[in-house]
Nanobody, 120 residues
Framework: QVQLVESGGGLVQTGGSLRLSCTYS????????MGWFRQAPGKEREFVAQ????????TYADSVKGRFTISKDHARKMISLQMNSLKSEDTATYFC?????????????WGQGTHVTVSS
């Protein structure tokens, strides 16, 4: 059982930065990759970034490579998504997720989402 709570969304101008955080609580044993998906209005949920249970491996969607960085703080039981050089197309609700590697939109545990709006 995994519980996830996101925070850090908001309104930012084009070219700006935001940092999303996701605190997690895991009951029982198990290794979980963790990461972020996003969903814009009228669109399907899409992969953004993921990090392995150890934190040693990360992958990113091509659309965010070089702009977003995912990280994991084991002590604080938190993952973060640093988003730089934000574009209007980054506007979406961002969901934190945990599950088997690689993460998929149709499985795993999910947070409630946090909204990001990038305005020009």
């Amino acid at each position: 059982q995994v519980q996830l709570v996101e925070s850090g969304g908001g309104l930012v101008q084009t070219g700006g930065s935001l940092r999303l955080s996701c605190t997690y609580s895991i009951v029982g044993s198990g290794l979980y990759a963790m990461g972020w998906f996003r969903q814009a209005p009228g669109k399907e949920r899409e992969f953004v970034a993921q990090i392995s249970d150890s934190g040693d491996y990360t992958t990113y969607a091509d659309s965010v490579k070089g702009r977003f960085t995912i990280s994991k703080d084991h002590a604080r039981k938190m993952i973060s998504l640093q988003m730089n050089s934000l574009k209007s197309e980054d506007t979406a609700t961002y969901f934190c997720t945990a599950g088997p590697w690689p993460l998929r939109s149709n499985r795993g545990y999910w947070g409630q989402g946090t909204h990001v709006t990038v305005s020009s």
